[in-house]
């Protein structure tokens, strides 16, 4: 008889479904209405203690009120009924469900559920919220704990919100009124925390709602669900609700053609899998299939995304363990000979592929107008392939549209982090390759690889003008301000980004900087090294033209510039940090000895002969009397820092592996240069 009156009322077999205007009869609604309150009120002694009964009285109360039809915004001219209708029928609800007692605890979880909607409809969410409190308690004094309670408390508020049930000012509500009712309770340490989890939630579940759809919006709807499924997993331990979001980033990366990326999200599943268990799941991906086997289909849809990401090298652990398994535990030879060759086609891959370095970009969001879980942080971004910092602004100004981009690097003011819009700050930074010792014989593209990726390290350099400035030469007071930025996570991840977690900063001097670029320029020359020998019919004209720009690099003033500068840097103590920059000098292309001079032509001889030289543009052909160089000696012994000097002299390398210094003919020709005195380097 309910049914039918129900049905009658809303025209419809469905209460919950929105109502039209014109699906609900206005000469009939009111009495419906009236003797649907009458009935239920008099068929509830006869349920007595039959659960299923009681859950559908649960539920027809909560469709009652939460119906469109008593909705007072919705049927306002139409007169008071509706209103009062809607608070005496959610009042009677509670009112029973507080009869019931300890026998409430058999109709967990459907019941928190029902509760839960009743506490959207604004006059009755106190007593809705004070039945809640009431049913955890009974659990606790039942069992000791309130799990029950509490995990249907969690899947259905992310239900609510999923279907645009909750805000911002229900969530305050929420956790004053809950926090209020705990407090008078014997377990109030325990309920307060709870009551502060739920609302960190219920935080995370708006954001992730409020995330626009669209292309253009994909990755804050990434770091939306990252949000959620790490706090599915570390706070509240929900494994089936940690699942639900790894499939949804999973989908999203796999729209964004990040495949490297969907493939270590899914990796998150694998890990809280065993190959010793045979477990069936509730998977729907892999539905009856004993625990290990999904792992392993996990494993071959891992590989598939990172051959697709041009990341073989994270696949190479998956299918050692795959071996492993097919060759120890199930002996099963043919899968085991395929997993070799995927193996092997792996490592090929390795050495013969081209793969872009990818960029990275820090990137910090300023201002109280950014989503909140990117407020005041500072993250470092993976660019795409082949994408440079111009495209990549342009990206994020897609995403970011009210977003103003700081054009300074430095760090924004309080001015900028207090206020109400939105701010960008966009820089290049240089990953830093993790410490280990390769064997000796590894390949360079193995290198390569490790030199830009499973890094959570990176640096900033800004230059920095130090007095005193010579307009001259700049270089005698450029100095480099670094900022050494640590992320959360190695990249790449299961983001394109990472947080970071720690910054620090420091100022290098220019011979300490010079140092550095010197080493960067040997590793460079190393691997188009490495690349012309692996392959001799490759076109050496880049390798040519980079040989030159380094051995005669004419741009600002040339080599010999920055040959004063550095001295002047010596002689004024400017470098300090000099000793922990100390290079393997027995390796370094800068250091290995000279080949001998080419034979000179009969002009040189002649004019070598008497005790005079030809300037021709070459350096190292220059004679140099050993008086001169007995006296540069001396000088660069006494510029040197005091305490570098013990290093100096611990290491004798450098003098070892110098090459002879030529004899130079005695000053007085006038066709040789004209050399500063001394002094101008003292």
């Not at 240069?673 to 001394?678: N, W």
Request: net charge negative; aromatic share 8%; charged share 25%.
């Amino acid at each position: 008889m309910i049914g039918e009156l129900v049905a009658l009322l809303w025209k419809k077999p469905d209460p919950d479904r929105p109502v039209e205007d014109d699906e609900l009869d206005p000469d009939v609604d009111v009495l419906c209405l009236n003797t649907l309150d009458v009935l239920v009120e008099t068929v509830l002694h006869l349920i007595g203690g039959n659960s299923p009964l009681w859950s559908g009285y649960m539920e027809l109360g909560v469709a009652l009120v939460t119906s469109t039809a008593l909705q007072p915004e919705r049927w306002s001219g139409r007169g008071p009924d509706r209103p009062r209708m809607r608070a005496a029928a959610g009042m009677r609800v509670l009112a029973t469900w507080n009869l019931l007692g300890p026998a409430q605890l058999h109709l967990v979880p459907g019941a928190v559920g029902a509760l839960l909607e009743i506490t959207l409809v604004g006059e009755l969410r106190r007593a809705a919220l004070g039945a809640l409190v009431s049913l955890m308690a009974a659990e606790r004094a039942h069992a000791g704990h309130a799990r029950r309670t509490e995990a249907a408390l969690v899947d259905k508020l992310d239900s609510l919100v999923a279907d645009n049930k909750a805000d911002d000012h229900y969530r305050r509500l929420f956790d004053t009124v809950l926090m209020e009712r705990v407090s008078t309770e014997g377990w109030r340490e325990a309920g307060a925390a709870f009551v502060a989890c739920v609302t960190r939630l219920l935080e995370r579940l708006l954001d992730y709602r409020a995330v626009m759809q669209g292309a253009e919006h994909r990755d804050k709807r990434m770091a939306a669900t990252v949000n959620l499924l790490n706090f599915y997993k570390n706070e509240i331990d929900r494994k089936e609700m940690y699942l639900r979001y790894v499939y949804k980033l999973h989908d999203l990366h796999i729209a964004s053609d990040n495949f490297v990326e969907a493939g270590c999200t899914l990796l998150l599943y694998a890990e809280t899998l065993s190959w010793e268990s045979d477990q069936i799941g509730v998977d729907p991906e892999y539905p009856e299939m004993p625990e290990w086997k999904r792992k392993e289909a996990i494993y071959n849809q891992v590989l598939q995304y990172f051959d697709r990401g041009k990341c073989w090298e994270k696949g190479l652990p998956l299918l050692r363990e795959l071996a492993t398994l097919y060759e120890v535990k199930l002996c099963d030879y043919p899968r085991l000979s395929h997993c070799l060759r995927t193996h092997a086609t792996f490592l090929d891959s390795v050495m013969e592929q081209l793969r872009p370095e990818p960029e990275y970009f820090r990137v910090g969001f300023y201002g109280k107008g950014c989503p909140l879980f990117v407020r005041n942080k500072q993250f470092v971004y993976r660019g795409h392939d082949y994408e440079r910092i111009g495209a990549f602004t342009q990206r994020l100004q897609a995403e970011y549209v009210a977003a103003h981009i700081l054009m300074r690097n430095t760090q924004p003011d309080d001015s900028i982090i207090a206020n109400d819009g939105q701010y960008i700050q966009i820089c290049n930074v240089k990953p830093v390759a993790s410490r280990r010792q390769w064997p000796s014989g590894t390949p360079e593209q193995v290198k390569r690889f490790y030199a830009c990726n499973d890094v959570d390290t990176f640096l900033c350099d800004r230059p920095l003008q130090k007095p005193p400035i010579d307009k001259d030469n700049e270089f005698k007071s450029l100095w480099i301000e670094r900022t050494t930025l640590v992320t959360e996570n190695t990249l790449p991840g299961i983001l394109r980004w990472s947080e970071v977690i720690s910054r620090s900063v420091e100022e290098i001097p220019p011979v300490e900087y010079a140092c550095e670029t010197m080493e960067a320029t040997e590793r460079e020359l190393r691997s188009l090294i490495s690349q012309y020998t692996a392959d001799p019919t490759l076109n050496i004209n880049p390798f040519s033209m980079r040989l030159q720009g380094t051995i005669d690099a004419n741009v600002q003033g040339g080599i010999t510039k920055r040959l004063v500068e550095r001295f002047n840097q010596l002689r004024q103590n400017l470098g300090p940090g000099l000793a922990r920059a100390r290079r393997q000098l027995s390796e370094s292309i800068v250091n290995t000895p000279l080949p001998p001079v080419p034979a000179l032509d009969k002009r040189s001889q002649s004019i070598q002969q008497s005790d005079n030289y030809y300037d021709d543009g070459h350096l190292y052909d220059k004679p140099l009397s050993m008086e001169d160089a007995m006296e540069q000696q001396s000088i660069m012994s006494s510029s040197l820092p005091i305490s570098d000097n013990r290093d100096c002299v611990e290491d004798n390398s450098m003098i070892k592996s110098a090459p002879p210094l030529p004899i130079r003919p005695k000053s007085g020709d006038p066709r040789s240069p004209t050399r500063p005195p001394l002094e101008k380097y003292r």
